[in-house]
T-cell receptor, first 115, second 115 residues
Protein backbone atom coordinates (compact mmCIF):
# COMPACT_ATOMS: atom_id res chain seq x y z
CA UNK A 1 0.00 0.00 0.00
CA UNK A 2 1.21 3.49 -0.87
CA UNK A 3 -0.88 5.02 1.93
CA UNK A 4 -1.57 8.72 1.37
CA UNK A 5 0.17 10.39 -1.57
CA UNK A 6 0.21 14.01 -2.68
CA UNK A 7 0.96 15.65 -6.01
CA UNK A 8 2.99 17.80 -6.56
CA UNK A 9 5.70 17.87 -3.88
CA UNK A 10 6.77 21.44 -4.64
CA UNK A 11 5.23 24.29 -6.60
CA UNK A 12 5.95 27.98 -7.15
CA UNK A 13 3.08 30.18 -8.31
CA UNK A 14 2.73 33.81 -9.18
CA UNK A 15 0.02 35.89 -7.50
CA UNK A 16 -3.29 35.34 -9.25
CA UNK A 17 -2.44 31.96 -10.77
CA UNK A 18 -4.52 28.90 -10.06
CA UNK A 19 -3.59 25.34 -9.26
CA UNK A 20 -4.94 22.06 -7.93
CA UNK A 21 -3.31 19.82 -5.35
CA UNK A 22 -4.17 16.14 -5.58
CA UNK A 23 -4.41 13.76 -2.65
CA UNK A 24 -4.91 10.03 -3.10
CA UNK A 25 -5.30 7.23 -0.55
CA UNK A 26 -5.47 3.49 -1.12
CA UNK A 27 -6.69 2.49 2.36
CA UNK A 28 -10.43 2.80 1.60
CA UNK A 29 -10.77 5.49 4.27
CA UNK A 30 -14.04 7.35 4.54
CA UNK A 31 -12.64 10.67 5.74
CA UNK A 32 -10.13 12.95 4.09
CA UNK A 33 -8.68 16.31 5.13
CA UNK A 34 -6.61 19.20 3.89
CA UNK A 35 -4.41 21.12 6.36
CA UNK A 36 -1.95 23.93 6.04
CA UNK A 37 1.12 24.18 8.24
CA UNK A 38 2.75 27.51 8.94
CA UNK A 39 5.63 28.21 11.35
CA UNK A 40 4.40 28.64 14.91
CA UNK A 41 0.77 27.94 13.99
CA UNK A 42 0.53 24.19 13.96
CA UNK A 43 -1.78 22.38 11.57
CA UNK A 44 -4.94 24.22 10.57
CA UNK A 45 -7.84 22.48 8.88
CA UNK A 46 -8.85 23.98 5.52
CA UNK A 47 -11.60 21.62 4.31
CA UNK A 48 -12.57 18.03 4.96
CA UNK A 49 -14.82 15.29 3.61
CA UNK A 50 -16.76 12.59 5.45
CA UNK A 51 -17.40 10.56 2.30
CA UNK A 52 -17.49 10.52 -1.48
CA UNK A 53 -19.39 13.53 -2.83
CA UNK A 54 -19.29 15.45 0.48
CA UNK A 55 -17.18 18.40 1.58
CA UNK A 56 -17.20 20.72 4.59
CA UNK A 57 -15.37 23.84 5.71
CA UNK A 58 -12.67 23.72 8.32
CA UNK A 59 -10.97 26.44 10.28
CA UNK A 60 -9.39 28.42 7.39
CA UNK A 61 -11.42 27.74 4.19
CA UNK A 62 -11.28 31.15 2.50
CA UNK A 63 -9.49 31.16 -0.85
CA UNK A 64 -9.69 27.39 -1.28
CA UNK A 65 -12.14 24.96 -2.84
CA UNK A 66 -12.26 21.16 -2.68
CA UNK A 67 -13.89 18.25 -4.42
CA UNK A 68 -14.26 14.54 -3.61
CA UNK A 69 -15.66 12.91 -6.71
CA UNK A 70 -14.06 9.55 -5.92
CA UNK A 71 -13.61 8.03 -2.47
CA UNK A 72 -9.85 7.68 -2.90
CA UNK A 73 -9.18 11.24 -4.11
CA UNK A 74 -9.49 14.66 -2.49
CA UNK A 75 -8.58 17.74 -4.55
CA UNK A 76 -7.66 21.16 -3.15
CA UNK A 77 -7.97 24.13 -5.51
CA UNK A 78 -6.59 27.63 -5.32
CA UNK A 79 -8.47 29.80 -7.82
CA UNK A 80 -6.37 32.95 -7.46
CA UNK A 81 -3.25 32.38 -5.40
CA UNK A 82 -2.08 34.99 -2.89
CA UNK A 83 1.26 35.29 -1.04
CA UNK A 84 -0.63 34.52 2.20
CA UNK A 85 -1.23 31.03 0.83
CA UNK A 86 2.48 30.24 0.89
CA UNK A 87 2.59 27.22 3.16
CA UNK A 88 3.12 23.49 3.44
CA UNK A 89 -0.09 21.62 2.65
CA UNK A 90 -0.82 18.22 4.15
CA UNK A 91 -3.55 15.83 3.17
CA UNK A 92 -4.74 13.18 5.62
CA UNK A 93 -7.26 10.36 5.77
CA UNK A 94 -8.91 8.39 8.55
CA UNK A 95 -11.39 5.59 9.13
CA UNK A 96 -14.32 4.85 11.38
CA UNK A 97 -14.26 2.03 13.90
CA UNK A 98 -16.93 1.61 16.51
CA UNK A 99 -18.55 4.85 15.36
CA UNK A 100 -15.46 6.86 16.18
CA UNK A 101 -12.66 8.27 14.07
CA UNK A 102 -9.22 7.00 14.66
CA UNK A 103 -5.69 7.81 13.56
CA UNK A 104 -5.28 10.32 10.77
CA UNK A 105 -2.70 9.19 8.21
CA UNK A 106 -0.86 12.07 6.61
CA UNK A 107 0.61 12.47 3.16
CA UNK A 108 4.19 13.71 2.61
CA UNK A 109 3.14 17.33 2.08
CA UNK A 110 3.26 19.90 -0.72
CA UNK A 111 5.43 22.97 -0.31
CA UNK A 112 3.76 25.87 -2.10
CA UNK A 113 5.32 29.29 -2.61
CA UNK A 114 3.28 32.17 -4.01
CA UNK A 115 5.35 35.08 -5.29
CA UNK B 1 -15.11 26.43 18.29
CA UNK B 2 -12.39 24.47 20.03
CA UNK B 3 -9.16 26.20 21.07
CA UNK B 4 -6.09 24.18 22.02
CA UNK B 5 -3.11 25.81 23.70
CA UNK B 6 0.23 23.99 23.93
CA UNK B 7 3.26 24.70 26.12
CA UNK B 8 6.16 25.03 25.95
CA UNK B 9 6.89 25.95 22.36
CA UNK B 10 10.48 24.69 22.69
CA UNK B 11 11.97 22.22 25.14
CA UNK B 12 15.53 20.94 25.53
CA UNK B 13 16.33 18.01 27.80
CA UNK B 14 19.41 15.92 28.48
CA UNK B 15 19.38 12.44 27.00
CA UNK B 16 17.94 10.05 29.54
CA UNK B 17 15.86 12.69 31.32
CA UNK B 18 12.08 13.04 31.06
CA UNK B 19 10.12 15.53 28.96
CA UNK B 20 6.61 16.82 29.62
CA UNK B 21 4.44 18.77 27.18
CA UNK B 22 1.13 20.25 28.30
CA UNK B 23 -2.04 21.21 26.44
CA UNK B 24 -5.30 22.84 27.48
CA UNK B 25 -8.56 22.78 25.55
CA UNK B 26 -11.65 24.97 25.70
CA UNK B 27 -14.55 22.75 24.57
CA UNK B 28 -15.82 20.68 27.49
CA UNK B 29 -17.47 18.30 25.01
CA UNK B 30 -14.10 17.25 23.54
CA UNK B 31 -13.50 13.58 24.15
CA UNK B 32 -10.59 12.48 21.94
CA UNK B 33 -7.01 13.68 22.43
CA UNK B 34 -4.25 12.42 20.10
CA UNK B 35 -0.57 13.33 20.03
CA UNK B 36 1.39 13.52 16.76
CA UNK B 37 5.15 13.55 16.22
CA UNK B 38 6.69 15.29 13.23
CA UNK B 39 10.36 14.78 12.47
CA UNK B 40 12.16 17.40 10.43
CA UNK B 41 10.90 17.41 6.85
CA UNK B 42 8.55 14.50 7.47
CA UNK B 43 4.82 14.04 7.84
CA UNK B 44 3.05 14.05 11.25
CA UNK B 45 2.49 10.58 12.71
CA UNK B 46 0.28 9.49 15.59
CA UNK B 47 2.23 8.33 18.64
CA UNK B 48 -0.48 7.96 21.27
CA UNK B 49 -4.07 8.97 21.88
CA UNK B 50 -6.54 8.95 24.75
CA UNK B 51 -10.30 9.10 24.98
CA UNK B 52 -12.17 10.85 27.78
CA UNK B 53 -13.28 7.65 29.49
CA UNK B 54 -9.73 7.04 30.81
CA UNK B 55 -7.34 9.22 32.77
CA UNK B 56 -4.01 7.79 31.63
CA UNK B 57 -2.56 5.66 28.86
CA UNK B 58 0.96 4.30 28.46
CA UNK B 59 2.93 2.86 25.58
CA UNK B 60 6.50 1.95 26.50
CA UNK B 61 8.34 5.24 27.18
CA UNK B 62 5.44 7.54 26.39
CA UNK B 63 2.32 8.25 28.39
CA UNK B 64 -0.57 10.64 28.20
CA UNK B 65 -2.64 11.91 31.14
CA UNK B 66 -6.01 13.63 30.96
CA UNK B 67 -7.71 15.86 33.50
CA UNK B 68 -11.24 16.47 32.22
CA UNK B 69 -12.19 18.77 35.09
CA UNK B 70 -9.29 21.12 34.42
CA UNK B 71 -9.50 20.55 30.65
CA UNK B 72 -5.85 19.72 30.19
CA UNK B 73 -3.81 16.78 29.01
CA UNK B 74 -0.09 16.08 28.96
CA UNK B 75 2.47 13.99 27.10
CA UNK B 76 5.22 12.38 29.15
CA UNK B 77 8.35 10.90 27.56
CA UNK B 78 10.72 9.05 29.88
CA UNK B 79 14.33 8.00 29.29
CA UNK B 80 14.57 10.32 26.31
CA UNK B 81 16.73 9.33 23.34
CA UNK B 82 18.14 11.34 20.40
CA UNK B 83 15.44 9.95 18.10
CA UNK B 84 12.81 11.64 20.29
CA UNK B 85 13.94 15.01 18.88
CA UNK B 86 11.00 16.29 16.82
CA UNK B 87 8.01 18.62 16.92
CA UNK B 88 5.09 17.26 18.93
CA UNK B 89 1.49 18.36 18.38
CA UNK B 90 -1.45 17.78 20.66
CA UNK B 91 -5.01 17.84 19.32
CA UNK B 92 -8.58 17.62 20.53
CA UNK B 93 -11.95 16.78 19.02
CA UNK B 94 -15.55 16.19 20.02
CA UNK B 95 -17.88 13.50 18.76
CA UNK B 96 -20.39 14.54 16.13
CA UNK B 97 -22.84 12.68 13.92
CA UNK B 98 -19.90 11.45 11.85
CA UNK B 99 -17.54 10.54 14.69
CA UNK B 100 -14.60 12.61 15.96
CA UNK B 101 -13.90 13.80 12.44
CA UNK B 102 -12.38 17.24 13.12
CA UNK B 103 -9.15 17.72 15.03
CA UNK B 104 -8.02 21.07 16.42
CA UNK B 105 -4.25 21.08 16.81
CA UNK B 106 -2.02 22.91 19.24
CA UNK B 107 0.81 25.04 17.89
CA UNK B 108 3.49 22.44 18.54
CA UNK B 109 6.48 21.87 20.82
CA UNK B 110 9.96 21.51 19.38
CA UNK B 111 11.74 18.95 21.57
CA UNK B 112 15.52 18.73 21.40
CA UNK B 113 17.38 15.93 23.14
CA UNK B 114 20.89 16.93 24.14
CA UNK B 115 23.38 14.01 23.95
Amino acid sequence: NAGVTQTPKFRVLKTGQSMTLLCAQDMNHEYMYWYRQDPGMGLRLIHYSVGEGTTAKGEVPDGYNVSRLKKQNFLLGLESAAPSQTSVYFCASSYLAGGLNNEQFFGPGTRLTVL
Amino acid sequence: GENVEQHPSTLSVQEGDSAVIKCTYSDSASNYFPWYKQELGKRPQLIIDIRSNVGEKKDQRIAVTLNKTAKHFSLHITETQPEDSAVYFCAASRKSNFGNEKLTFGTGTRLTIIP
